[in-house]
């Protein structure tokens, strides 16, 4: 958390420069935050779930790969 009265602009600067293939999608009833690699495979990044079982699957676990074909 960062609290401050000063503008996000001026703290973090310009963000567009900074180039993500960040892609949210669903598998298996899950929801995944993914980052597409530069083999066309995506790299787990965030699991979003309410269901504590969910985190226990190392398939989708941060830093699994997932090949979609």
Not at 17 to 41: C, Q, T
Not at 46 to 58: A, E, H, I, M, Q
């Amino acid at each position: 958390m960062l609290y401050t009265i000063i503008p996000y602009e001026l703290i973090f600067g310009h963000r567009e420069d900074i180039k993500s293939e960040y892609i949210e999608l669903k598998m298996d009833n899950k929801h995944l935050l993914v980052e597409r690699l530069p083999n066309g495979s995506f790299m787990v990044q965030r699991l979003y779930s309410t269901n504590p079982f969910d985190y226990l699957d190392k398939r989708y676990g941060p830093g699994s790969i997932i090949n979609i074909h």
